[in-house]
């Protein structure tokens, strides 16, 4: 028997949950999302998680229906050396990366191609708004299957500080970047975001709709952000704002990822018009009672749940107790933890820890 049929009736569909939740309005129980690595996945398949069924809905969980586009200068992605422990491959946005094939983890980056405003000119040449850059196939095939279910469906845009830095120029290229040339860094972003426009307004003249945009932009660490208050206001904001205003002119709901500790500029991401931020990463300094508390009839919150804790069963029975509760209040609350579900929780532990959700999760 599924959890979704042990636990409740389901009176909303997943779409009216999740508009609901984003309006802080009355649901019959909170959404619950996350993400479990490979790795656990595997094991909890070689435990007793049936392989012909998804596991968010073998344990009761929501999902989102993401969609995206290519915005990337498509280099060539290519295998520059493999072995029985790791590929060193090329990515299309020139990056070159160490990823390892037995290891649950991030990447290692070895090299970027864009490190300087004269190689970015070179790519930024190349990321220009073709149609054969979105996936018309699947569009086609299996939107009106998602559309049909009342899923939650939301576009994955692709821009900002942290995919730049992270995935197509260096850490330090852009920090650096941010203090001595500004406008290449601004004009690394807006490009990112101008392309991610026009293909998505592409799909919307067909007369697809979505429900919402997304994006990832980690804009801290443990107990600091990677750039001052006033550096966010000057450089990035204007593009998360310019997200922001395409997505609401269209009737649609923003969500913001950012890991780390980026609680300074909570305030600035409600005044723009972010709907939603997620992970409220507790291991680096952002406290989900706090930030209900003080911005909770203004933001809906998604995490808060502490992932050091995940592997100890009785730990995080004990968190999800103290923090769920409080979370929900008035509603405006997605569960999820701060990172994802790592491979040391076993699949006895998660249902434990997913019969909790269920319970304190009603309304």
């Not at 295998?79 to 160490?98: F, N, P, Q």
């Not at 972003?189 to 991610?196: K, M, N, P, W």
Request: with cysteine.
């Amino acid at each position: 028997m599924l959890y979704s049929e042990r636990f409740f009736t389901v009176e909303l569909t997943s779409r009216e949950r999740f508009i609901r939740t984003l309006k802080h309005e009355d649901i019959d129980r909170i959404i619950m999302m996350d993400s479990p690595w490979g790795g656990t996945l595997a094991r909890w398949h070689r435990e007793g998680l049936p392989e012909n069924i998804p596991w968010d809905r073998y344990f009761g969980f929501d999902r989102r229906i993401d969609f995206g586009v290519d915005n990337s200068p498509r280099f060539e992605s290519k295998v520059l050396e493999e072995t029985d422990r790791y590929i060193i491959h090329t990515t299309s946005w020139g990056a070159t990366l160490k990823s390892f094939k037995e290891l649950d983890s991030t990447p290692e980056f070895l090299d970027f191609f864009i490190s300087d405003p004269e190689h970015w000119e070179i790519a930024k040449a190349r990321m220009t708004p073709t149609d054969d850059r979105i996936n018309w196939k699947w569009l086609e095939n299996e939107y009106p299957k998602y559309r049909e279910a009342q899923e939650f469906m939301s576009l994955g845009f692709w821009f900002g500080f942290d995919v730049t830095h992270s995935w197509a120029v260096g850490t330090e290229n852009v920090l650096v970047g941010m203090y001595e040339d500004p406008d290449w860094i601004r004009d690394m972003f807006g490009h990112y975001l101008d392309l991610q426009i026009e293909l998505f307004d592409k799909v919307l003249d067909r007369g697809y709709k979505f429900d919402a945009i997304h994006w990832p932009d980690d804009m801290g660490y443990k107990n600091s952000t990677f750039f001052s208050l006033d550096m966010y206001r000057d450089i990035v904001k204007p593009f998360h704002k310019k997200a922001c205003d395409w997505a609401h002119d269209r009737g649609m709901f923003v969500e913001l990822h950012s890991c780390g500790y980026v609680e300074p500029f909570i305030p600035d991401m409600i005044e723009i018009g972010i709907d939603c931020l997620n992970p409220i990463e507790v291991k680096a300094g952002m406290d989900p009672i706090r930030i209900k508390k003080n911005y909770g009839d203004k933001l809906a919150m998604r995490g808060g749940i502490n992932a050091v804790l995940w592997s100890d069963k009785d730990a995080i029975i004990e968190e999800l107790e103290r923090v769920i509760p409080v979370l929900k209040e008035n509603s405006g609350y997605i569960f999820s933890s701060d990172h994802s579900i790592p491979n040391s929780v076993s699949f006895e532990n998660f249902k434990a820890i997913s019969d909790c959700i269920h319970k304190l999760g009603k309304y």
